[in-house]
């Protein structure tokens, strides 16, 4: 299961440096690994990350991919991964004038933590709501 992280990881460095195609190359291998194994702990993270890298060429296939990775995480009960996914998803939707949509995503992941939990990714989560709410209004 290390290795589909770190294909993760990988992906999400070309990603930084520029490179989705390779980035989506890696995530490719490691989904295609998953299929083989049936290891999928990372499953949801992979899709979030593929999703990721389609932003820029693919913005349908992209928010397919965010919306995988939050339900795949949501039927492994993996919150952590489903905030991750949550997060990713509702940034893409509010950069694409979706706020109250975003906001949605958000305060049905958000109802999963106690309310002074502080960890970087609820703490994000939290300042997206916080601005997407602001935006309702």
């Known amino acids: 299961?290390?290795?589909?992280?770190?294909?993760?990881?990988?992906a999400e460095?070309?990603?930084?440096?520029?490179?989705?195609?390779?980035?989506?190359?890696?995530?490719?291998?490691a989904l295609r690994a998953i299929e083989a194994t049936n290891e999928r702990f990372w499953h949801s993270?992979?899709?979030?990350?593929?999703?990721?890298?389609?932003?820029?060429?693919?913005?349908?296939?992209?928010?397919?991919?965010?919306?995988?990775?939050?339900?795949?995480?949501?039927a492994q009960e993996a919150v952590g991964h489903r905030l991750r996914a949550s997060l990713t998803l509702a940034e893409f939707l509010a950069g694409r004038g979706r706020?109250?949509?975003?906001?949605?995503?958000?305060?049905?992941?958000?109802?999963?933590f106690p309310p002074d939990l502080a960890v970087p990714d609820l703490e994000a989560a939290d300042r997206l709501l916080t601005e997407l709410e602001g935006r309702e209004g």
């Open 1 to 10: 299961p290390q290795e589909q992280r770190i294909r993760a990881m990988l």
């Open 13 to 29: 460095a070309y990603m930084a440096l520029g490179s989705p195609e390779a980035g989506l190359t890696s995530v490719r291998e």
């Open 45 to 74: 993270d992979l899709r979030r990350v593929e999703g990721l890298l389609l932003v820029g060429s693919d913005p349908a296939a992209a928010e397919e991919a965010m919306r995988g990775a939050v339900e795949l995480a949501s």
């Open 99 to 112: 706020a109250r949509e975003a906001a949605d995503v958000l305060r049905s992941v958000r109802q999963a």
